[in-house]
């Protein structure tokens, strides 16, 4: 069966914008079911994409949902599902500014926070042997396309990056790099961690956002789920 009119047009938003906030796509497909945008849930979405993603499976492609750790909101991106190298994914980067990327990547990893300052991206140009004005306009463009995320001045792995490299993340830096989300279980680089010191636990900021605006439950009950200490609310 092909896709309707509807869900062309959607698939043309994502070849155009490769990635899309939940709530712009509930949005959309609020206005095409005709329906109050409160009322349609995420099973609602995966309805609607699911003959999408089938039409797209033969090109390794699939619009899929994911967190970003910056910010703590969900989106759906269209992603490349063939696990390949990371060279392969971002074509219209050259080889140069992939390597940069790489490095990029590999100081968030290494980092405690999961996030770097620009000016210690800017410093990785040597090593990727471009210029700084080069390296400065791969950052920004990188940044634009989803695939670092720039807070306040600091680069944490964008939503592209989570969404599509996810496979290539866990064989580079494997799992005592990758740490997991104590709420959801879900792979982690920026996290918040556990007032405890001595506890692992670390989660994601929208996990933890989330597990405060449960309803009928105290903002003193939060425990952490491996020590058991009394998890602050976020600011």
Request: charged share 25%; hydrophobic share 35%.
């Amino acid at each position: 069966m092909g896709l309707s009119d509807e869900q062309k047009m959607m698939l043309q938003a994502f070849m155009a914008q490769h990635v899309l906030s939940e709530g712009d796509v509930i949005a959309s497909l609020s206005k095409i079911l005709a329906a109050d945008p409160a009322r349609v849930r995420v099973s609602d979405v995966d309805t609607f994409l699911s003959p999408i993603n089938e039409s797209l499976r033969f090109m390794n492609l699939e619009i899929k949902r994911g967190m970003d750790e910056a910010d703590g909101m969900f989106y759906y991106g269209l992603i490349n599902n063939k696990h390949d190298k990371v060279v392969e994914k971002a074509t219209l980067f050259d080889i140069k500014e992939l390597a940069l990327y790489k490095k990029i990547m590999e100081k968030i990893v290494d980092s405690k926070k999961g996030e770097i300052s620009s000016t210690e991206a800017t410093n990785l140009y040597k090593g990727a042997e471009l210029t700084v004005a080069q390296t400065e306009d791969c950052v920004n463009r990188l940044v634009h396309d989803r695939w670092l995320t720039n807070t306040r001045g600091q680069l944490s792995i964008g939503i592209r990056g989570i969404l599509e490299l996810r496979v290539y993340l866990a064989e580079e830096f494997g799992e005592d790099k990758l740490r997991q989300c104590a709420l959801c279980s879900e792979m982690l680089v920026k996290g918040t961690p556990c007032p405890n010191e001595d506890c692992p636990a670390i989660m994601h900021k929208g996990c933890i956002t989330r597990w405060f605006q449960q309803p009928g439950v105290r903002k003193d009950a939060h425990k952490c789920p491996k020590c058991q200490s009394t998890w602050p609310q976020q600011s």
